[in-house]
């Protein structure tokens, strides 16, 4: 009678929920690189274009905050990265390779690919923005990475997260894909992160186990950053980064930023992985600051 009662309760929900997500994925099509457009928003009147690229679960919602601070100076491209927010969710493996084929598609319609851009993301969309750079060098003048996550392998990451709330670590861990089959029961107002508003929190419940797990794994646990670095070593780059990130340390992306002959680390003292929905002001400052910069020297310099 006890098992049968957990079974009506907890067990026979989860299967359900599991199934009908797994359902939800095999009705999609499958991921077209020539054909699939995605979601994306053209915001600002400025002569500087940026292209800005959310991180891991989020949309372009995420950089909706004290934007009177930069559409007076930038034109700013807003994505969907493919499998989150409103962008379509197709059958995909999600490798890097297939984010930077949606994203150019977005870039060469839009005339974001005329080397007078500057490309920047926040998170797992720091990584992409880097590869891009790396991919189509002449459509940008500059990247600009928040948050950067660097790892040595997934050992450290795991390590990382093993600090973390329970869902984190779970998340993060071997079950991270069956977990995510059942983000529903998981992403309710009892367990919404500290450091997200409710408009972000929201926005992560739009993604399926498939746009997650393989982000994870095939984008920010296999996408070999230093290499990338060695590549685009001539490129401008800005790094922003919380000092409290104990998602992404602070000391990894500095060690990556020392690759690049002209690099600016601008740190937030307080700022955790999420400090841009805290400092949005001081992020859209201190990218004014870089794009009209003719400094050509490393710089770091703090918030306080």
Known sequence: MTFLIISILFIFPVVAIASYQHYKISQQPAYDANKTLLNYEVVGSGENKLVLLHGLTGSLNYWKRELDHITKTHSLLLIDLLGFGDSPKPKSDYSLSS????????LNKEGFNDGKTTIAGHSMGAIISLALLEKQPTWFKAGILIGIPVY??????????????????ISASKFSKYVCMVHPIFMTHAFKPDNLTDDVYKDAKKHHWMSYYYSLTEVILKTNLHKIAKNTSDKKVLFIHGKKDTTAPFENAVRLSEVYKNSKVVPSSDGDHQFFLKEAEFVWNTIQDFSVSDNTLMKTITNE
């Open 99 to 106: 984010q930077l084929q949606a994203i150019e598609l977005v």
């Open 152 to 169: 040595k392998d997934a050992d450290e990451f795991k390590k990382i997260m093993s600090t973390h709330s329970f869902v984190d670590r």
